[in-house]
C-alpha cells in the first residue's frame, strides 16, 4: 500500500509522543481500540487554568495511518478550548492525511480519543460541560 | 549490498541465471510445439519436456511418467483435489484436510462442499502440526482423499507426510500433499512417504511462474484423476493444453539444482535463519516464536513482535521485503488463518513478521535486517501504549477494551 507523504512524515517524526501525569485533576486520558482490532490509541490532554488544552500526548498501538492520524490529533488539539477539540471531526484527518477508504476507521479512532479523553477530564473537574462552555 | 533485501522467498523466489539460460532458448529458436509428432521441431521440445520431466521426478524420488504439468500449484492442488474427487465418486465423497492449507486447497474444498462433498478441517495443536490420533479418527469408510500440505507457507512447519502417508496406506485412502514449500527445499520422497499425488510450483524454487508440476502415482496403487479441462488429451488426459515449454525445461533445471544444492542450502539458510531468530531473541524481550522451531523449514522464521503492529512495523522498514499475518496487510483485514488456526489470539497475529531466507540472501543482507527490525521495534514500542502498560505490569487481558 502506498502511504500518503502526510502519514509518512508523521509517522516517521511522529509528534507529542509520550504520556502526562495521568493522577494529576488537570490531565484527561483517553484510551480507545482494543489489541485484537489491531489498534489502541492512548490520548491525553492537559487543561490549563484559561481551559485551554496546553499540552497533548498520545501513543499507539496500529498501522502507520493510525499513528499518523494520533499524531496530527494532538498537534491539533494543543492551543484549543475544550470545546473547540470536541468540534474536532475524524473527517478533518481524513483529508489532512489523505487517507484512503480503508483507512478511514484510524481516524474515527482517533475522534473517539480526543472524545475519551474530554469525557475523562470532565469527569475529574466535576461540572463539565458548562464549565467548559464559560471559557468562551 | 542493493536495496532492498528480499526476504520474502515463500511468496515468490527470484529466477536463478542458470534456470533462465536453460530456458531462452525455447523461447526463440526451438519454439516447437511439444505435440508436433512429424518434425525436428516437435520432436527437440519433446525431447526437452522429457528431460525436464526426469528432472522432477529425481527431485521427489517418483518415475518420470508420474509428472503431469501444470500452470502451477493453484491448478495442481485444483485438479488433484478436484480430480479424485469426481474419479472416486463411487468410492465415497469424504475429504479430509486441514484448517492451515493454502487457499488453493481450502477453497477448492469448498467448491466441492457445494457438490456434494464432506470435508473435515482438521485442527491443528499449537505448535502447527497436525494431530495424527485427530487424522485417524476422522477417516471413514466413505474418505477417498487425505489432503495435508507438506510445509506451511507462513510458519514453515513441516508436517509428519510420512506417518499421514503410513495411516492413508492402511486405510486405504489417497493422500495428496501440497508441497510448494517443501519440494527442493528438504528432502521429499514420494516412496519413503506415502504420497500419491503432490502438488509443486516452479516459482518457488527459482523457476519461473506459471509453471508447476503434479504427480500422480502410477503403481501400488494406480491414481487417476479427472481432467478439469477438455481439448487434446495431453499429460495422458489428465491436462489438456499445449505444454509451456520454456517454462517447464525452466522447471527442470530448477528441480535439478535444487536437488545438487539441497545440502549445502539448507545448512546455509538455516545458519542464516537462526542468525536471525537469536538476535531477536536477544536483544528484544516479548518476542514470541509462531509454530514448531524442531519441525520446520530450516529457512523459515515466522516470529510476533508483541505491542507493535505489523503494518507499521512494515512501513519501518521498507527497505525489506517481508510479509506480517496482520489484517491491516490483507486484502480481507482479518489477521492471518493460519496463525489464527494455532490458537494465537489475534493481538499476537497482528504482531507477526514472517521471514524466508533464499538462495541469494547473503549475510550481509540478513545482518543488515536483523539490524533494522530491532530499531523499528524498539522505536514502535515507544510508541506502543500497550508496551508501556506491560511495563506498567498491568494484564492487558484484564483490560476491558472499548472494540469498535
Ligand atoms: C503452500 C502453497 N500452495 C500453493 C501455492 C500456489 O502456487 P502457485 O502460485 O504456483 O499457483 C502457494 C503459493 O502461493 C503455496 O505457498
Known sequence: MAYSNKVLDHYNNPRNVGSLDKSDPNVGTGMVGAPECGDVMKLQIKVNGAGIIEDAKFKTFGCGSAIASSSLATEMLKGKTVDEALAIRNTELVSELSLPPVKIHCSVLAEDAIKAAIADYKKKTGAPAEAAAQVH | MKLPVYLDNHATTPLDPRVLQAMLPYFTEKFGNAASRNHSFGWEAEEAVEKARKQIADLIGAHPKEIIFTSGATESNNLAIKGVF?????????????????????????????????????????????????????????????????????????????????????????????????????????????????????????????????????????????????????????????????????????????????????ARAGELRDYLKNRFLTELDEVFINGSMEHRLPHNLNISFAYVEGESLLMGINDIAVSSGSACTSATLEPSYVLKALGLGDDLAHTSIRFGIGRFNTREEVEYSANRLIEVVKKLRELSPLYEMVKEGIDLSKVQWTAH
Open chain 2, 86 to 266: 469426481q474419479m472416486y465418486a463411487e468410492k465415497g465423497n469424504h475429504i479430509i484436510t486441514a484448517a492451515t492449507e493454502h487457499k488453493a486447497v481450502l477453497d477448492t474444498c469448498k467448491h466441492l462442499e457445494q457438490e456434494g462433498a464432506r470435508v473435515t478441517y482438521l485442527p491443528l495443536k499449537g505448535d502447527g502440526l497436525i494431530d495424527l490420533d485427530m487424522l485417524r479418527e476422522a477417516i471413514t469408510d466413505k474418505t477417498i482423499l487425505v489432503s495435508i500440505m507438506y510445509a506451511n507457507n507462513e510458519i514453515g512447519v513441516v508436517q509428519p507426510v510420512a506417518e499421514i502417508g503410513r495411516i492413508c496406506k492402511e486405510r486405504g485412502v489417497l493422500f495428496h500433499t501440497d508441497a510448494v514449500q517443501a519440494a527442493g527445499k528438504i528432502p521429499v520422497d514420494v516412496n519413503r512417504d506415502g504420497v500419491h499425488l503432490l502438488s509443486l510450483s516452479g516459482h518457488k524454487i527459482y523457476g519461473p511462474k506459471g509453471v508447476g508440476a503434479l504427480y500422480v502415482r502410477r503403481k501400488g496403487p494406480r491414481v487417476q484423476v479427472t481432467a478439469q479441462m477438455d481439448g487434446g488429451g495431453h499429460e495422458r488426459g489428465m491436462r489438456s493444453g499445449t505444454l509451456n515449454v520454456p517454462g517447464i525445461v525452466g522447471l527442470g533445471e530448477a528441480c535439478e539444482i535444487a536437488r545438487l544444492e539441497m545440502d549445502q542450502e539448507m
